[in-house]
């Protein structure tokens, strides 16, 4: 039964009253400030300045970082919780914590004390925004293969190569960029020789191309860099040369609970919605929540949504509790709650039946939006791939697999 938790106590999901009383004040924050401006971001394509620097004076910028380095220090579900709530009103709004976070992770884990000082009081006050460099147009899930390169002389590197979707990049100061800088030792060892580093916007040979005209998350922009020569300090480079991959790896275990939540806060927005509709809206002289075909829709629905939020809950607790199991439930909480999402909102969008697909209904933007979670941070093929290797590796390493057939399968 609690295969592969150790316990069916690691089962709960263990949240506290200041968990309930930070969700009402984000939700707050949300109906009285973003509410009303959804229609004109969706629309515009732009979250207005004066929007950001308000959810920056709320500190919510900086739930997860730690208080040493400017931030609230807020745990995984606090994180998850603003996530849901921000996605539950304007998903959009959730990728810049998302950025944020996918850059400032590997230099909490793997930085100096110096880089750490410098670059994440900055995230957390809201006073610099952070992109995360991988993807490049010639690859997104093969993240070995990349092209971009950075070369060492004298006590600099110089980084040549282009990339591609970087989400927020029209507005970060600061982007953690990915590099191959030695070649692969082979083809089985190529996760090898990949490097981080932190460039700043300003750097010469650094530039911002063309932001991407796509279906959802209007407000936050994807855009492509150009890296041309471009020369930063080795005091740049973060964690060890050659172990990038890795790094990216595990900043993603992290991240991609804060997508699952995404998920769930969207699926929550859409059947709230519908929920609504349902019981004012009348056929046959009655509500159409009158017919049990509509009722049995809401409850599937439902027990998608509490399902899907369980899971990324259950993620969130086990990554406070730095229990290994984590990143595989944060895997299973990826993609399920991404496809179950899908799921709920198109039907959301049938129960308002033609109006569903009227852009004022506010409805349809969410099935705009929560395709792209299916995708970044490891499409959801990706992610049953990860999760199946996570789930080897920890029976491995409980003896409940042979040696040799858990490696023959990671
Ligand atoms: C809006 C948006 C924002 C993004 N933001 C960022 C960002 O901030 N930073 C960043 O670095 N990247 C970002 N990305 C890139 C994103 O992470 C990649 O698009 C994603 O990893 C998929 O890579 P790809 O597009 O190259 O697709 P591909 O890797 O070409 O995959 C295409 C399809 O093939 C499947 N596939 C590929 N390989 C396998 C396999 N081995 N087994 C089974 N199926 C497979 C995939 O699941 C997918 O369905 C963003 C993307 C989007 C759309």
């Known amino acids: 039964m609690v295969f592969p938790l150790d316990s069916v106590e690691d089962f709960s999901i263990a949240l506290t009253p200041e968990h309930e009383m930070f969700r009402k004040t984000v939700r707050t924050f949300l109906e009285r400030e973003v509410a009303p401006r959804v229609m004109e971001i969706e629309e515009s394509d732009e979250v207005p300045r004066d929007l950001l620097r ?9 739930v997860g970082i730690p208080e040493k380095y400017g931030g609230q220090g807020g745990d995984h579900r606090m994180a998850v919780i603003m996530g849901e709530e921000f996605c539950r009103v304007l998903p959009s709004l959730s990728v810049y914590f998302g950025t944020n976070e996918l850059f400032t992770t590997p230099i909490l884990l793997y930085g100096t004390e110096e880089q750490k000082q410098r670059y994440i009081p900055p995230i957390a006050s809201g006073e ?20 971009t390169r950075a070369e060492k002389s004298g006590d600099k590197w110089v980084i040549n190569g282009r990339k591609a979707f970087i989400s927020s990049s029209d507005v970060a100061d600061y982007f953690i960029v990915l590099a191959r800088t030695y070649p692969p030792p082979d ?16 750097t010469p040979g650094f530039r911002v ?10 407000g936050n922009h994807a855009c492509e860099l150009v890296l041309e020569g471009v020369e930063v300090p080795d005091e740049n480079r973060i964690g060890d040369e050659g172990m990038g991959f890795l790094y990216a790896m595990e900043t993603f275990d992290r991240t991609r609970i804060g997508v ?3 998920a769930v806060g969207m699926a929550q927005g859409a059947f709230e919605k519908a929920f609504q509709y349902v019981h004012q809206r009348q056929a046959f002289g009655v509500p159409l929540a009158y017919f049990q075909a509509v009722q049995f829709s809401l409850v599937e629905a439902l027990a998608k949504i509490f399902t899907a939020r369980l899971l990324t809950y259950l993620a969130a607790k086990l990554a406070d509790e730095e229990k290994k199991e984590y990143t595989f439930v944060a895997s299973l909480a990826k993609f399920y709650a991404t496809e179950a999402a899908e799921e709920v909102i198109s039907e959301a969008i049938n129960l308002h039946g033609g109006v569903g697909v009227i852009v004022e209904t506010g409805v349809e933007r969410f099935l705009r939006d929560v395709k792209i979670t ?6 959801n093929n990706i992610q049953k791939l990860v999760a199946y290797r996570q789930l080897v590796r920890i029976l491995r390493e409980k003896g409940q697999i042979p040696e040799e057939v858990a490696k023959l399968l990671t």
């Open 128 to 147: 610099k925004f952070g992109a995360f460099a991988v993807t490049e147009p010639c690859c997104g899930s093969d993240v070995a293969g990349i092209q």
């Open 374 to 379: 299916q995708i970044y941070e490891g499409a």
């Open 209 to 218: 191309e063309q932001c991407y005209n796509k279906m959802g998350l209007h």
């Open 54 to 62: 308000k959810i920056a004076e709320q500190g919510f910028l900086g």
């Open 260 to 262: 699952a939540a995404q």
């Open 187 to 202: 083809r089985k060892l190529r996760y090898l020789g990949l490097t981080f580093f932190v460039v700043e916007r300003e």
